[in-house]
Structures are given as C-alpha cells and as structure tokens.
C-alpha cells in the first residue's frame, strides 16, 4: 500500500475525511466551538499548503461542490413556505442592502484606498457583497430553521448573489466586448425560461413522481437528487451560479417533503453527514497560509477586505433591525447567517483571476477573508441562535404535548403506510410519545396464526415510522371482538389521539362506519380521524375544512384544530375553512393563540352539508378534511349519519379525513342508540 503524501489511496482518504466528520464536532462541542470551524480547520492542517496529506484534487473538488449545493437546496427545502411570502418585503430590503452597501464601500476603500483599477475594485466589492449560508446547518440543529429571521436571511442570501453573479456577467461580457442589447435579452429570457421550470414545472412533476413511486423510497430519493443537479445545471446554463438553482430546487420540492417524513430523514442525513462536510473541509484545503503572511500588500488587502466587508454586513442587519423593529439577537442572528464568504465570492474571483481581471495577491487576500468570516459567521449564528431558541421556546406558546399518545389500529396493509404519515404528520414534531401501532385478533381456534401473521404487518409499520425517525411500538391484543380490544388497548395506554382507516363496506345494521367503527365512535371520548387517501399525504395541496354549526363549543376545538395546524405545517398545503359566521371568527381566533400560524381562506355559510353536496369541487390533490360530532352534543345534527353514506356515493376516490373531536360520550353503542332513540 502507499502511503506516501498525498496520500493516493482512496479508502484510507475516505476513512480520514469521515473520521473529521465524526470527532471534530464531538470533540470542538466541549469546548462550545461550533462543529463546522473543526471541519475547516481539519482541511488548512491536511490539506496541500499544510502537512499535505490530504490533495485538493477531483474527487475533494466535486463532493466540495455537491457539499455547497446540498446547503442552498437545504435551505430552500426547510424555508417555511408561508413564512417566506409573507416576509418578501423583508429579505428583499435586508438582500438590497447585503449588496448595495459592502459593493460600494468596497469599491471605494479598494480604489480610492489602495489604488486599484476600476474593474478590479469592482470585483472585488461584488465579492464582498456576496455570501454563503455555510452556518445554516447551525440553526438547522437548533431547531430556528424555520424562524422569520432565518427565513429573511435565506431570502436576502438569494437576492444579494444574484445580484452579485449578475455584475460579474456584466463585467465579463463588458470586458470581452459583448455588453449588446441581445446580450441582456437572451439573458432576461434564459432567467425568465429558469424560473418558470423551477416554480411551475418542478412541482408538477414532483407530484407526479411522488404518488407513483409512493412505496419506492430509494427512488424518491435519486428523483430528489436529479432535481437538485439538474436545476443546478439549469442555473448555469440561463447564467446564474449553481447555487440559486440549489436553492430553488428546495423551494419547488418543498412542499413535497414534509419535515418528519421519511425522505426528508434521508436527505437530511445523508447531506449533513457526507456532503456539507467535504464541502468545509474542501474550502479549509484551499487557505494557503504561507502565500498569505509571505507579503505586506497581501495582508493589508485582506484585512481591509475583511473589515469593510464584517462593517457592511453589520450595518445591513442594524438597518433592517432598525426598519423592521427585531430584537438584538435577531440582529445578530442574521449578521451571522450572512456574513460568510464562500461560493459565489470563490467563483467571482476565480473567473476574474482566471480572465486577468485579478491579481495573485487578490487571490490570497480572497482566500483570507473566506476563512476569517466563516469562522465570525459560525460564532455569531451559534451564539445568537442559542439565545433566540431559548426566547422562542419561553415566548409565544407552540404545540407542545409530551402526553400525545397515538394509536394506529392496523388490518389492512394497504392503509399501513397512509395512516402513519397522517399519525406523523398531524401530532406535535416535539412529542416524546411513541406511536402505538394495534393489531387485535379474535379469540377463537385461528388466534394463535393470526397473531402471527399480523405480527409481519406490524413490523412493516416498524420499520417505516423509522424512516421517519419516529419510534413505534408493537401491541397486540386478542379478545373476543375487534372493537372491545381497541377500547381495552386505548384505556391501559391512556391514548388521547386514535387514527383509523375508513372501509366502504356498509351493512344496513351499521349505523356509520360499520360495527367497529360505531363502537368506537360511540364508546370512547378520545379524538378520532378517520381517513381515506387515494394519493400520498406528502402530495396534498389544498385542505377544505368543513365546520357544522356551533363546532365552536365543543369541548374538543382545539385539540383538532392543533392536530389541524401540524398537518398544515408539514404538507404546506392551501386552506380553505368552511363554517358558519361564529365558528369562523373562533377558528381565527385559536388559530392566532399558538404557533404555528396557518395561513386560511374563509368561506361563509350556513350549510354543513354545501361540501359534501358538490364532490367535483373536491381534486385529486385535494384533502376533504370534515368535522364531526357523535350525538348528544351541541354540534350535531341528525343529517351527520348520512355523511358515511355520501362519502360511499360520492367520495371514494376523492381524499377526506372525518374527525370526531374530543368528548366525552356514552360508554357503549347502545346507550348511544337509546339516547338517539
């Protein structure tokens, strides 16, 4: 084998690279250094201007690469859709200054300064004006990805690079003689084509993609990464840097993945634990020190860089403070997230160093100041976003309940799947609780097979809640019928949340649901969805709510709203609430009292049954999301038992969740039946 510098073997390169990913934040974590200046400073001492035992050849350079478009397609991917629009003002004021001011204090310092040219001043003020998200993975582990700060940062990142990556074309097309009014028409109209792929075409496909390979997991996956590095590639080609065609790659998937799924699981793992940390250690490998420190021009160029470029980032994050009325550490939150130079200030200067524009010693003092604001950028964004996590989880309450107990009653193992990403989605990302998935077989001769052959079923639903990262326990019961062992299971597990899968199958004895379902509906007080999908959850676009009147006093409202909320958050589809007067202005009210907050379109009207009336109105990316009310309480009217038979009739290959809010009811079906008689 040999192990001569640099080192040539592959395996032993990849276990070195590994073994950085794995100690330098464990070890960096004791000392309250963020784990990502471990994996920069890992790259400068092996990388080739240090003990040279690491080259910066091919292999570093693509994984490098693939490492900086994971973190923009990371950032676009966890950005809270709703969030985002409603902070457009915000991140393009805070983008506009992120630019306007370190280009023109720049270019002023560095060519009235320091006496260079035009052009080269030029470049290099876009450089500063330019930065990469590389302490986004920070506020990711933190838990604030999806704050309004880190959202206006994401924002402001994608506007300030543009803008950045636009002078550069300009320079280079000036300089090369081709600045022509078609120049900047093909360039207008390659944009222009981007974008409508990227925000109009992506998502259709996704769509497509995701309800037909809803069982082929690793094929999601790959579908993920072909979007990712084709829009990548499709950047580049309208004239863009590959990173804003990262970014809004996450953007059109974004809805698409939600937050506890299984592929989101896997992306997430598979970026920050293989992608993002070749990329720092890529970057560490490219500070050459000794060029650094080998001349005075050098250094005095770079530390004017890093102090202009430190100076204007700040007072962008003080003026949007200021304008916008944050907090201080919101400030510094986003003077951390912004402050870092690495993938588009690198290409800048490369390209104008490559054409002639930039010097050798423009180089070195570039190289410089990317090292001194990563290591700025990770103090701050980590230091800030500790105490913003500590202010966020203190202020406005969110959906919390360590007590949300969910059971899954599991038959059939074509709902298996479905009913789990609704349990998933719809309870608080915070709870502790597993989800118990129930399998109940009837006490007779068979019992003993049966329990067998439900153990198989129940070891897929295993398996597939921990993909989602999602824990779930196995309970098996045997009694003399289906229903009795539910209502047993639910009270020795104290379960306050129960889903069910919804089967067309009606007798003319069964009140609603058929005899199990009734017997549950009506012996048990607990809040219960019954569900039907006929496309993947994750592929929801619009959720249609339907509010009978006087919903607003049941003792239940919130809890189903919440559950509601959670839903919304992960799918990030559209709303549209249906109700009467009162329960409308209620539903607005609770909505507002807890994060998260969803965005809703409100639709008047005295009619519960106006929905149900009118199926085509309900798409095949459209979830009927019907509320309930088991007889005896205010909300419930005697045309409700006529719901189960409409949705037979009309609704079986439409996608609806029925929910029973929580109350407390009779104890078993005929009490029921006697109080409805």
Same mark, same amino acid.
């Given at each position: 084998?040999?192990?001569?510098?640099?080192?040539?073997?592959?395996?032993?390169?990849?276990?070195?690279?590994?073994?950085?990913?794995?100690?330098?934040?464990?070890?960096?974590?004791?000392?309250?250094?963020?784990?990502?200046?471990?994996?920069?400073?890992?790259?400068?001492?092996?990388?080739?201007?240090?003990?040279?035992?690491?080259?910066?050849?091919?292999?570093?350079?693509?994984?490098?690469?693939?490492?900086?478009?994971?973190?923009?397609?990371?950032?676009?991917?966890?950005?809270?859709?709703?969030?985002?629009?409603?902070?457009?003002?915000?991140?393009?004021?805070?983008?506009?200054?992120?630019?306007?001011?370190?280009?023109?204090?720049?270019?002023?310092?560095?060519?009235?300064?320091?006496?260079?040219?035009?052009?080269?001043?030029?470049?290099?003020?876009?450089?500063?004006?330019?930065?990469?998200?590389?302490?986004?993975?920070?506020?990711?582990?933190?838990?604030?990805?999806?704050?309004?700060?880190?959202?206006?940062?994401?924002?402001?990142?994608?506007?300030?690079?543009?803008?950045?990556?636009?002078?550069?074309?300009?320079?280079?097309?000036?300089?090369?003689?081709?600045?022509?009014?078609?120049?900047?028409?093909?360039?207008?109209?390659?944009?222009?084509?981007?974008?409508?792929?990227?925000?109009?075409?992506?998502?259709?496909?996704?769509?497509?993609?995701?309800?037909?390979?809803?069982?082929?997991?690793?094929?999601?996956?790959?579908?993920?990464?072909?979007?990712?590095?084709?829009?990548?590639?499709?950047?580049? +080609?309208? *004239?863009? =840097?590959?990173?804003?065609?990262?970014?809004? !790659?996450?953007? #059109?998937?974004?809805?698409? $993945?939600?937050? %506890?799924?299984?592929?989101?699981?896997?992306?997430?793992?598979?970026?920050?634990?293989?992608?993002?940390?070749?990329?720092?250690?890529?970057?560490?490998?490219?500070?050459?020190?000794?060029?650094?420190?080998?001349?005075?021009?050098?250094?005095?160029?770079?530390?004017?860089?890093?102090?202009?470029?430190?100076?204007?980032?700040?007072?962008?994050?003080?003026?949007?403070?200021?304008?916008?009325?944050?907090?201080?550490?919101?400030?510094?939150?986003?003077?951390?997230?912004?402050?870092?130079?690495?993938?588009?200030?690198?290409?800048?200067? +490369?390209? *104008?160093? =490559?054409?002639?524009?930039?010097?050798?010693? !423009?180089?070195? #003092?570039?190289?410089?100041? $990317?090292?001194? %604001?990563?290591?700025?950028?990770?103090?701050?964004?980590?230091?800030?976003?500790?105490?913003?996590?500590?202010?966020?989880?203190?202020?406005?309450?969110?959906?919390?309940?360590?007590?949300?107990?969910?059971?899954?009653?599991?038959?059939?193992?074509?709902?298996?799947?479905?009913?789990?990403?609704?349990?998933?989605?719809?309870?608080?990302?915070?709870?502790?609780?597993?989800?118990?998935?129930?399998?109940?077989?009837?006490?007779?001769?068979?019992?003993?097979?049966?329990?067998?052959?439900?153990?198989?079923?129940?070891?897929?639903?295993?398996?597939?809640?921990?993909?989602?990262?999602?824990?779930?326990?196995?309970?098996?019961?045997?009694?003399?019928?289906?229903?009795?062992?539910?209502?047993?299971?639910?009270?020795?597990?104290?379960?306050?949340?129960?889903?069910?899968?919804?089967?067309?199958?009606?007798?003319?004895?069964?009140?609603?649901?058929?005899?199990?379902?009734?017997?549950?509906?009506?012996?048990?007080?607990?809040?219960?969805?019954?569900?039907?999908?006929?496309?993947?959850?994750?592929?929801?676009?619009?959720?249609?709510?339907?509010?009978?009147?006087?919903?607003?006093?049941?003792?239940?409202?919130?809890?189903?709203?919440?559950?509601?909320?959670?839903?919304?958050?992960?799918?990030?589809?559209?709303?549209?609430?249906?109700?009467?007067?009162?329960?409308?202005?209620?539903?607005?009210?609770?909505?507002?009292?807890?994060?998260?907050?969803?965005?809703?379109?409100?639709?008047?009207?005295?009619?519960?049954?106006?929905?149900?009336?009118?199926?085509?109105?309900?798409?095949?990316?459209?979830?009927?999301?019907?509320?309930?009310?088991?007889?005896?309480?205010?909300?419930?009217?005697?045309?409700?038992?006529?719901?189960?038979?409409?949705?037979?009739?009309?609704?079986?290959?439409?996608?609806?969740?029925?929910?029973?809010?929580?109350?407390?009811?009779?104890?078993?079906?005929?009490?029921?039946?006697?109080?409805?008689?």
């Amino acid at each position: 084998m040999d192990l001569s510098l640099p080192l040539k073997d592959p395996i032993v390169i990849f276990l070195i690279i590994l073994s950085i990913t794995l100690f330098s934040p464990l070890i960096l974590g004791k000392l309250r250094i963020p784990g990502i200046i471990g994996m920069l400073l890992a790259g400068v001492i092996l990388g080739p201007h240090g003990l040279n035992v690491l080259a910066h050849d091919a292999s570093i350079t693509l994984f490098g690469k693939v490492g900086l478009l994971y973190i923009m397609f990371l950032a676009g991917l966890e950005v809270d859709m709703n969030d985002f629009m409603r902070a457009r003002v915000r991140s393009t004021v805070f983008g506009l200054l992120s630019f306007i001011l370190p280009i023109g204090a720049g270019f002023v310092a560095v060519h009235y300064g320091l006496g260079l040219d035009v052009v080269a001043a030029l470049l290099l003020g876009a450089m500063l004006a330019s930065h990469t998200l590389v302490s986004y993975p920070i506020a990711s582990k933190l838990g604030i990805a999806r704050s309004e700060t880190v959202t206006i940062s994401i924002g402001a990142t994608i506007i300030a690079d543009t803008l950045v990556l636009l002078v550069l074309a300009v320079i280079i097309n000036t300089t090369q003689g081709d600045a022509s009014a078609m120049f900047w028409i093909k360039l207008s109209l390659s944009i222009l084509g981007f974008m409508a792929v990227m925000i109009w075409l992506v998502p259709i496909i996704g769509r497509w993609v995701f309800r037909n390979l809803a069982e082929e997991r690793s094929a999601q996956f790959l579908f993920v990464l072909v979007v990712v590095f084709a829009a990548a590639f499709l950047a580049e +080609l309208a *004239g863009m =840097e590959g990173i804003i065609g990262a970014f809004f !790659a996450g953007l #059109a998937l974004n809805r698409l $993945i939600p937050h %506890t799924s299984p592929l989101m699981n896997r992306v997430e793992f598979v970026g920050n634990n293989l992608f993002v940390p070749f990329f720092l250690i890529s970057v560490g490998m490219i500070v050459n020190f000794r060029a650094v420190v080998s001349g005075s021009e050098t250094l005095i160029l770079a530390s004017t860089l890093i102090a202009v470029g430190l100076a204007t980032k700040w007072i962008a994050a003080f003026v949007t403070q200021k304008l916008f009325k944050f907090s201080k550490v919101e400030r510094q939150l986003m003077f951390g997230l912004t402050t870092a130079r690495v993938g588009a200030s690198l290409a800048l200067v +490369l390209v *104008g160093y =490559e054409i002639g524009l930039l010097n050798e010693t !423009a180089l070195n #003092a570039t190289i410089l100041v $990317i090292l001194v %604001t990563i290591l700025v950028s990770s103090f701050a964004t980590a230091s800030a976003g500790r105490k913003l996590a500590l202010t966020d989880a203190q202020s406005t309450p969110e959906l919390h309940n360590t007590s949300h107990k969910v059971l899954i009653p599991v038959s059939n193992p074509d709902t298996v799947i479905p009913l789990l990403d609704l349990a998933g989605f719809a309870r608080p990302a915070d709870s502790k609780e597993p989800i118990y998935a129930l399998s109940v077989v009837l006490d007779n001769d068979e019992a003993r097979q049966n329990v067998l052959l439900n153990k198989r079923l129940l070891e897929k639903a295993e398996k597939y809640a921990a993909a989602m990262d999602n824990k779930v326990e196995i309970v098996s019961r045997v009694d003399l019928s289906i229903a009795s062992g539910i209502k047993r299971a639910i009270k020795e597990l104290n379960i306050n949340f129960v889903v069910m899968g919804w089967s067309p199958k009606l007798s003319t004895r069964d009140r609603l649901f058929g005899s199990v379902l009734d017997n549950m509906l009506f012996g048990n007080g607990q809040l219960i969805l019954v569900c039907h999908f006929v496309v993947p959850l994750n592929t929801i676009g619009r959720i249609v709510v339907s509010l009978p009147i006087n919903a607003q006093w049941e003792p239940g409202f919130e809890a189903w709203l919440n559950t509601l909320k959670n839903l919304v958050k992960q799918t990030g589809a559209k709303v549209v609430v249906n109700g009467d007067e009162s329960a409308l202005r209620e539903f607005q009210t609770m909505n507002k009292k807890k994060k998260p907050y969803i965005e809703a379109t409100y639709h008047e009207t005295n009619d519960y049954f106006e929905v149900l009336m009118k199926p085509e109105e309900i798409g095949e990316s459209d979830l009927l999301f019907l509320l309930q009310s088991r007889p005896g309480f205010i909300s419930y009217t005697g045309n409700m038992e006529l719901v189960p038979r409409k949705m037979v009739k009309n609704f079986q290959e439409k996608n609806f969740v029925i929910v029973y809010p929580e109350q407390q009811q009779a104890s078993t079906v005929s009490e029921w039946e006697a109080s409805y008689t």
